[in-house]
């Protein structure tokens, strides 16, 4: 069955979306002061150049076909490239969506490394072109989540406003387009990163993909207990992050999680997988109240940190008895 173009009749939408003007925070249209090695030799050394929203594209008078050599290219050559992909995209979603099988080389050797470039427009424009991809695909660039996903986490904390912003974008569309389960697995893989502002943007991710997915009773948890195991030590290195507002995402995540799973199952989990200090912590997410709870009532005390270490030592004593039985029964 043939899929809705989802950029024609919605530019108002698109206009909310995106970022209203392509300049930088200063207000001037972005200007490239050194030239870069691809560049042809007789490029002017001061390179203006302004990178067109979705509703300013206007139709190609040609589908864009992919091109090995365009990897190699100069990075004018690949712009202009990527600007027909994009105007592809948004008038021929159709020819996207059913006759295009090289996407994969397309992002992997063209698009994503663009997205990070040292010129910010020609980064900025492949971002952009990431986030259409993403709309006009939907749930089909899933299998595509780990050529861009890694980018648009490390762009969504660039010093440049435009580039964070346009990452952004692209990650939202992410998070309400693509498999939940996948885009989780690749932001736990960050949990560990050495810049706690990046930990920051995957754990707030995190939390938003978490909290788009309802509970349902039939099945209360599929799919995301099968898949705990694996995550429960990156959510508790997200819990100690030191950007606030990453502790506190990481809190609403155990929250939303122990709604999705059941309180028993998480603690069970935690119980297999976390010790120390970082068990404690989580114990005590799973079994205190979620904040600002909008049923008037108030919040259930917390459970005291004795209480809790008394409890994981109990659990800690029970592992140990019957690891003991065990091997008495062996011997």
């Known amino acids: 069955m ?25 207000g001037e249209p972005e200007v490239s002061a050194t030239k870069d090695p691809g560049a042809p030799d007789n490029e002017d ?62 992002l992997s050797n063209l698009v994503v490394p663009c997205a990070v470039h040292l010129r910010s427009a020609h980064a900025r424009q492949s971002i952009y072109c990431i986030g259409e991809l993403v ?9 595509h989540l780990s050529i861009f996903l890694p980018i648009l986490v490390t762009r969504a904390v660039n010093e440049k406003k435009f580039i964070r912003e346009a990452a952004h974008d692209a990650l939202s569309h992410t998070i309400a387009s693509c498999n939940p389960i996948t885009v989780l697995d690749i932001l736990m893989t960050f949990s560990t990163d050495k810049n706690p502002q990046i930990v920051a943007a995957a754990g707030e991710s995190i939390e938003r993909v978490i909290s788009q997915n309802r509970v349902e009773e039939s099945n209360q948890s599929s799919p995301w207990q099968d898949h705990l195991d694996g995550w429960i030590d990156p959510l508790a290195k997200f819990l100690v992050c030191r950007v606030v507002s990453c502790k506190s995402a ?50 259930a005390s917390r459970p005291s940190v004795s209480s809790l270490r008394a409890r994981m030592l109990r659990q800690q004593q029970q592992q140990q008895e019957q690891q003991k039985q065990k091997t008495t029964e062996t011997d």
């Open 45 to 106: 050394d001061l390179t203006k150049v302004v990178v067109l929203l979705q509703d300013q594209l206007q139709e190609p008078t040609e589908k864009y076909a992919w091109d090995p050599s365009i990897a190699n290219a100069s990075w004018s050559d690949q712009y202009a490239a990527i600007q027909l992909f994009r105007e592809t995209i948004k008038f021929h979603a159709d020819y996207i969506q059913n006759d295009f099988p090289d996407l994969e080389p397309c």
């Open 250 to 299: 990481t809190k609403r995540s155990f929250h939303r999680l122990r709604d999705l799973v059941g309180a028993d199952t998480l603690t069970a989990i935690a119980s297999r997988h976390l010790a120390g200090s970082n068990l404690v912590d989580v114990l005590a997410l799973i079994s205190s109240t979620r904040p600002n709870s909008s049923s008037g009532m108030k919040p």
């Open 135 to 143: 709309q006009c695909l939907g749930d089909a660039m899933s299998s």
């Open 2 to 26: 043939k899929r809705r173009n989802p950029f024609s009749g919605n530019d108002a939408l698109h206009k909310k979306v995106h970022m209203s003007i392509d300049k930088d925070e200063n």
